[in-house]
């Protein structure tokens, strides 16, 4: 059998499944001016072997939550355009408003497998994105939230910050 062909037609292109982005638009941008960085040639893709090159150049133990919120984007193929990394980054943050996309969340923080938010997880993880808080200021805003009545929030309690139930 041969196919019909009909001038001047041309075959449905088939589009992307559509993705419920939960990003707010400052995250947006920075997930913009992050894959910049990684589409070195500016040709719109990255590849995920650039990706990989760029995280093990900035070392794991510098910024582990990088690493684990990018995990798994070889999985998204050869060429990775910006929609499909958003797609990427927005999945591996899940639902804000969800104790399991919440929970996503905190194991970004959580390298140490604790189950909270402790000081020197928030430290790294302020340092990592450039935040310029002291120690004794993150201390100080971590023990106004907290349930523990210390610089260490639990679940339950990132939870109500992150659904904005708590204004600390």
Do not use: W
């Not at 992307?16 to 400052?26: C, G, M, R, S, W």
């Not at 929970?103 to 020197?120: N, S």
Request: aromatic share 6%; charged share 35%; proline share 3%.
């Amino acid at each position: 059998m041969s196919k019909k062909v009909v001038k001047g037609k041309e075959p449905a292109k088939q589009s992307k499944p559509v993705v419920d982005i939960k990003l707010t638009e400052d995250e947006i941008k920075d997930c913009k001016e992050a894959f910049d960085l990684f589409d070195l040639d500016s040709s719109g893709t990255i590849d995920p072997k650039e990706v990989q090159a760029a995280l093990n150049s900035l070392g794991r133990d510098q910024s582990p939550t990088i690493f684990r919120l990018l995990a798994g984007i070889e999985e998204l193929g050869a060429e990775i355009d910006f929609d499909s990394f958003l797609g990427h980054v927005n999945d591996r943050l899940g639902n804000r408003e969800s104790k399991e996309g919440v929970q996503r969340i905190l194991d970004l923080f959580d390298a140490e497998g604790t189950g909270h938010i402790t000081l020197k997880a928030l430290t790294r993880v302020a340092r990592e994105l450039g935040e310029s808080m002291t120690e004794e200021e993150l201390a100080h805003a971590l023990e106004r939230i907290s349930s523990l009545g210390s610089p260490e929030l639990t679940f339950e309690d990132f939870y109500k910050v992150m659904t904005k139930k708590v204004y600390g």
